[in-house]
């Protein structure tokens, strides 16, 4: 191989992605440089200019090559050219195939919960990281609710100690994305996006959701440049503007309380009159609203970001309208357009399953993309429409969405892919035992 090109990684405090963007290099055996810009603003500006007016980390950097955050930089090693900028490239054309009893797919509560209980049964599994490497318990900065934390934990510190007790019992993880699963022939052939090839015996989808953004005008040019869907990471580099939170469940009402340490006024825009968050969530914003930190904007919607890369956002257009649901009403003499001044947006609007992967496998999903599993009350309520494919966590429940519940549905498919497996065993024994012995 030749000389390691130099890896350079911008990055701040308590910032989940600048963690999984040295995981990754981490993970591949790369050196690399990293500068905390917390609370160094020469530091900062200079990140800025080299990242061309990016106030986002991580900011990562080859040979001075901007690479960009950690999605660029996720999006790089699903293609492969990842390795090709650190010379890892190999001339060897032919798939790495190594055969695993079980693969996990993800490594959030669900799939690492899964990992603890399957590597206790023995059955030695492969953990693929995904491309959200610790799920989106990594970007939650006070994990309050957790069972056996009074004091709470942090959403990073939960999922590093779930890892090390995942390897303690016999878990193997490896960073990659599962790009398909074949599941026309046993065992199935899991391949991934960088083109390693795994077959297993059974396979438990854990892949989690991704956040979802908005189509609006103005998303495209500006995600990176003060639009952003993880206020942890990025709120900091924002601070005492007036920022604008979207969303009404759970994740909006945490990530505008976080935005309060930073921004001038938090405004927070619902397209409904009623949240849907937790109570506590919601008593918590109205202690802020009190304070004069928060203003709640209810019945509105974001219809477009305006702003340039070089200055940033200067203001965002909105339409309100009293019965809710504006964009539905925008011929409504009643629905109100109007532009207003933010410094920074944060998207806080809900998840996409990760399960396009399964597509073609038999397994059955629902519109929105989420997996249908047996349920019910007995054993296999883990269990797809295709034998030895099993759901837990966000890829099944659009419902509850806790860490906990994930963590339940996640020690359920290792159970039940454990019995699956002691079947698969049984009938493999039986079939040896009932081939005719040759004759004399």
Not at 364 to 380: F, K, S
Request: proline share 3%; glycine share 10%.
């Amino acid at each position: 191989m030749s000389e390691q090109p130099r890896v350079e990684i911008y990055t701040k405090e308590d910032c989940p992605y600048c963690d999984r963007a040295k995981d990754l290099f981490d993970a591949k055996g790369v050196e690399y440089v990293t500068y905390n810009v917390t609370g160094d603003d020469d530091l900062f500006e200079e990140m800025v200019e080299r990242a061309d007016g990016r106030k986002t980390a991580p900011e990562v950097f080859i040979d001075d090559e901007l690479i960009g955050g950690f999605d660029d930089t996720s999006a790089l090693e699903e293609t492969g050219e990842l390795d090709e900028k650190l010379g890892l490239s190999s001339d060897d054309t032919d798939d790495t195939v190594e055969h695993r009893r079980l693969i996990i797919a993800g490594t959030g509560i669900a799939g690492l919960t899964a990992a603890i209980y399957a590597g206790r049964s023995n059955n030695e599994p492969l953990v693929i990281e995904g491309d959200e490497p610790g799920g989106q318990l990594t970007l939650t900065t006070d994990v309050a609710n957790y069972p056996g934390f009074p004091e709470g934990i942090s959403g990073p510190e939960l999922v590093n100690n779930m890892k090390a007790q995942a390897r303690q019992f016999g878990a193997d993880l490896v960073n990659g994305i599962v790009d398909s699963v074949d599941a026309d022939s046993r065992p199935f052939r899991v391949t991934l996006t960088n083109g390693d090839v795994y077959t297993a015996d059974a396979v438990i989808a854990a892949s989690g959701a991704s956040a979802r953004t908005l189509d609006v005008p103005g998303q495209e040019e500006l995600m990176g440049y003060g639009l952003s869907t993880c206020a942890t990471c990025d709120g900091a580099f924002f601070r005492d503007e007036d920022m604008l939170v979207v969303g009404g469940g759970d994740a909006a009402m945490e990530e505008a309380s976080f935005l309060t340490k930073f921004a001038d006024t938090v405004y927070l825009a619902h397209r409904r009159e009623e949240f849907r968050a937790e109570d506590y969530w919601i008593d918590r914003v109205n202690e802020h609203v009190e304070a004069g930190e928060i203003e709640i904007m209810k019945n509105t919607e974001l219809v477009e970001i305006h702003g340039s890369r070089e200055g940033g956002i200067d203001r965002v257009t909105l339409v309100h309208n009293d019965a809710g649901h504006p964009t539905d009403r925008l011929d409504d003499p009643e629905t109100d357009e109007f532009d207003f001044e933010v410094g920074a947006v944060f998207f806080a609007i809900g998840h996409t399953p990760n399960t396009d992967y399964l597509e073609g496998t038999g397994v059955e999903m629902d519109e929105e993309g989420y997996l249908r599993t047996q349920g019910g009350d007995g054993g296999g309520q883990t269990e797809t429409d295709v034998p030895g494919i099993f759901g837990a966590g966000d890829v099944v429940d659009y419902h509850y969405q806790q860490a906990v519940t994930a963590a339940g549905m996640g020690s359920k498919a290792a159970i039940d892919a454990d019995h699956y497996l002691e079947s698969v065993d049984r009938a493999d024994a039986s079939d040896e035992e009932t081939i005719p012995a040759a004759d004399d």
